[in-house]
C-alpha cells in the first residue's frame, strides 16, 4: 500500500530507513561466511553473492546521496518561499539491485513531487539517533513588538504623557481648581469656609514627546511636556466652565541635554535644580521627587520650581555628581500661588501711575506675569551621592540677589541690594524590599519663593533697604510597593518667620508677621495619605491606573482676630483615573 507522506519529517523519516540498511549490508560484506549456514558462493555467471551485495550497496549509496540532495534542495526553499525549479529524481539502481532489495515505492511530496524511496519495512533509525541526524528546526517565534517608538534618521522619538481624569472634593471652598493653593484655604467663619466643593477636570492630562540621539561622542536628549492648566481668566472662546471647558494650553517642560563623557549641559525649561531628587543629577522627572501626590500643586513644603535656565553637571561615577545650574529669578514680595504678602511701605504701596505696577514693575507681588526686573540669575549648586540603589543623599544651594530703586529718594531712584540664598539636605533610604523612608529638607534667608511661593524672599523697608524673611519647610514620609500598588504617606509643613518695621511716619507696621488679622502665615501643615493601583500594563498599548488620596491642611496666622478661629483647615479627597501613553526610551549604548 503506498501512502502518501507530507513534510520533512517524512522525508527524514525514509531516509532514516535506507541509513539503517546501509550498516546491516555492509556488515554481511565484511563477515565471513558461516560454514554451517547458506551456500555463500555462486557461479551461476553473476559473480558471486557478495559482488552483488557490493553493487546494491553502491546503488543504495546513490540513492541516499541523491536523497540527501533533494532533502537540501528543499529546506532551501522553504527558507526562501519558493519550491525548487524542478523535481530531482533519484538514479536508478541496477536489475541486480532491485532484484535483491525490498520493494521500492514511491512518496508523493507536495514540493519535490514523486520520489522514491525504500518501503517502510525496513527498520528505521531510534528516535534519539534520528533527531541528532535530522534535527527538526522549531517554527519560527513572533518577533516582540516594541513600545511605540518613532525613528527617523539617527533619532528616536518617544512620545510621554497620559489623560487624566481627575475628581477632587474638599470640605471648604478655596476657588483654585484642581490645584490646592496651601496658604489662602479659608477660615469656617467665612462665605467660602461654609461651602463645600466637589469637582472633575481632565486638565492634568499631559502630553509630549523625548527625543534621543548619538551625535558622535555626545548623548542628545530633547524633551517636552505639556498640560492644561494654563490661565483661564480669559478663555479664548468664553464659556469656560459653562459649556465648551477650554482649558488652556501650558508649557511644563522643554529642555535639550548633551552628555559627553562626564559632562552633561542642559539648557531650556526645567525642574529646578534646587527641586529633591530620587536619584543623581538628572532632569528627567522620574530621577525627580516631586511626591505621588494627585494634587497637581503637590504636597505643602515641597520645594520646586520649573524655571528657564542652563545647567552644567560633572559625574564622577554612578555613584556622585556635582551640578551648578543658573536659572531665572524673581524679586518676589510674596502674594503669589495664595502665599501671604508682605505689607510695603507707603513709598511703594500704590501702584505706578505709568506702568500700573508696584514699584514700577520692580517686585513680583504674585502678579507681575514675569515683568518685574531681576537683577542676575538664580545660582545653585547641588552635590548628590548614590552609594547604592538603595540610598540616595543630596545637598543643594542657592543664592538670590535682589535690587530695587526708590521712586521717592533724595536724589532720586537711589538703589538697594541685598543678596540672600537658602540650603536642602535632602536623603531617602530603602530599609526593606520596596519600602522606603524619605525626607526633604530646606531652610534659608531670602529663599521662600521655592516654597511653592508660599514665603516672600524680602521686605521693603520705609526708607526703601531690603531685608530678608526667613523661612523653611520639609516633606518627610515613606513610599511602599506592594503588588500593584504603591502606598504613600507624607508630612509637609511651611514655616514662615516674621520680619516687621515701621514705615517713614514712625507708627505704621510694615513687613511681614502680626501685622494685619489672619492675613499673614506663621505655618502652613498638611499629612497625605495615598494608593495608586496599576490596574493592567502592556507594552503595545499602555497602563492603566487608579489612584486615591486623602489629605488634611492647616494653617495658622501670625495674628488671629479676636473671636475668630485659630486656624483655616479643610479635608481633601482625591480620585484620579489615568491612561499612561506607551513608549520606552531606547537605550543608545546605556
Not at 482649558?247 to 559632562?263: E, I, P
Not at 502606598?487 to 517713614?504: E, S
Amino acid at each position: 500500500m503506498i501512502k502518501k507522506l507530507p513534510g520533512d519529517r517524512q522525508l527524514a523519516a525514509v531516509l532514516g530507513c535506507i541509513l539503517a540498511l546501509c550498516p546491516a549490508m555492509k556488515a554481511a560484506d565484511e563477515s565471513p561466511a558461516d560454514a554451517s549456514g547458506p551456500a555463500s558462493v555462486s557461479t551461476n555467471g553473476t559473480g558471486s553473492e557478495t559482488e552483488q551485495l557490493k553493487r546494491m550497496l553502491v546503488d543504495q549509496q546513490r540513492q541516499i546521496d541523491e536523497l540527501r540532495r533533494m532533502l537540501l534542495q528543499q529546506g532551501k526553499a522553504s527558507d526562501t518561499g519558493s519550491a525548487p525549479s524542478a523535481a530531482i529524481a533519484p538514479a536508478p539502481a541496477s536489475p541486480a539491485a532491485s532484484a535483491n532489495l525490498a520493494p521500492v515505492v514511491t512518496i508523493a511530496h507536495p514540493n519535490l513531487g514523486e520520489v522514491a524511496s525504500a518501503s517502510p519495512v525496513l527498520p528505521p533509525l531510534p528516535p534519539a539517533a534520528a533527531a541528532r541526524a535530522f534535527p527538526v528546526m522549531p517554527p519560527p517565534q513572533a518577533t516582540p513588538e516594541s513600545p511605540l517608538q518613532l525613528k527617523i534618521g539617527n533619532a528616536y522619538i518617544t512620545p510621554v504623557g497620559f489623560m487624566d481624569m481627575t475628581s477632587i472634593t474638599r470640605s471648604t471652598n478655596p476657588g483654585t481648581g484642581i490645584g490646592t493653593n496651601f496658604g489662602s484655604i479659608p477660615y469656617g467663619n467665612t462665605q467660602a469656609g461654609a461651602l463645600t466643593e466637589s469637582r472633575l477636570s481632565p486638565q492634568n492630562s499631559r502630553i509630549g514627546a523625548r527625543i534621543d540621539a548619538l551625535v558622535g561622542n555626545m548623548k542628545v536628549i530633547g524633551y517636552w511636556e505639556s498640560d492644561f492648566l494654563g490661565q483661564t481668566g480669559a478663555p479664548p472662546n468664553g464659556g469656560l466652565a459653562v459649556s465648551s471647558n477650554p482649558y488652556v494650553f501650558r508649557l511644563r517642560l522643554y529642555w535639550v541635554d548633551v552628555t559627553r563623557g562626564k559632562f552633561e549641559f542642559l539648557a531650556g525649561q526645567s525642574w529646578s535644580l534646587l527641586t529633591p531628587g530620587r536619584k543623581g543629577i538628572s532632569p528627567l522627572p522620574g530621577d525627580i521627587f516631586y511626591s505621588l501626590d494627585i494634587d497637581v500643586n503637590y504636597q505643602a513644603g515641597l520645594v520646586w520650581a520649573r524655571n528657564p535656565g542652563f545647567r552644567g553637571v560633572y559625574h564622577f561615577s554612578d555613584k556622585a555628581a556635582l551640578g551648578f545650574a543658573l536659572e531665572n529669578s524673581e524679586p518676589y514680595v510674596g502674594g503669589g500661588n495664595g502665599g501671604s504678602g508682605v505689607t510695603l511701605p507707603a513709598l511703594v504701596g500704590a501702584a505706578n501711575a505709568t506702568s500700573g505696577a508696584v514699584l514700577g514693575g520692580q517686585i513680583n507681588n504674585g502678579a507681575s506675569v514675569i515683568s518685574a526686573a531681576a537683577l542676575a540669575p538664580d545660582v545653585i549648586a547641588k552635590l548628590a551621592f548614590d552609594p547604592s540603589s538603595r540610598f540616595h543623599l543630596e545637598f543643594a544651594g542657592v543664592e538670590i540677589a535682589n535690587k530695587i530703586a526708590n521712586p521717592t529718594s533724595i536724589p532720586s531712584f537711589q538703589t538697594n541690594t541685598k543678596v540672600g540664598g537658602a540650603g536642602a539636605v535632602n536623603l531617602s533610604f530603602e530599609i526593606a524590599k520596596g519600602f522606603r523612608i524619605l525626607t526633604n529638607n530646606y531652610w534659608g534667608a531670602g529663599g521662600g519663593r521655592y516654597i511653592f511661593g508660599q514665603a516672600p524672599d524680602f521686605i521693603i523697608r520705609g526708607d526703601g533697604s531690603l531685608s530678608l524673611v526667613h523661612s523653611g519647610s520639609t516633606v518627610s514620609g515613606f513610599e511602599l510597593t506592594a503588588g500593584r500598588t504603591l502606598y504613600y504617606g507624607y508630612y509637609g509643613g511651611v514655616f514662615i518667620a516674621k520680619n516687621m518695621a515701621l514705615d517713614a511716619n514712625g507708627t505704621t507696621k510694615i513687613g511681614y508677621g502680626p501685622i494685619s488679622s489672619d492675613g499673614q502665615n506663621r505655618a502652613i501643615q498638611e499629612i497625605t495619605f495615598g494608593t495608586n493601583t496599576t490596574l493592567v500594563r502592556d507594552a503595545k498599548w499602555g497602563a492603566l491606573n487608579l489612584m486615591f488620596q486623602y489629605s488634611y491642611l492647616q494653617r495658622n496666622p501670625w495674628l488671629v482676630a479676636a473671636g475668630a478661629p485659630s486656624n483655616a483647615h479643610v479635608d481633601m479627597g482625591f480620585v484620579n483615573f489615568r491612561y499612561t501613553l506607551p513608549g520606552a526610551a531606547p537605550t543608545l549604548g546605556r
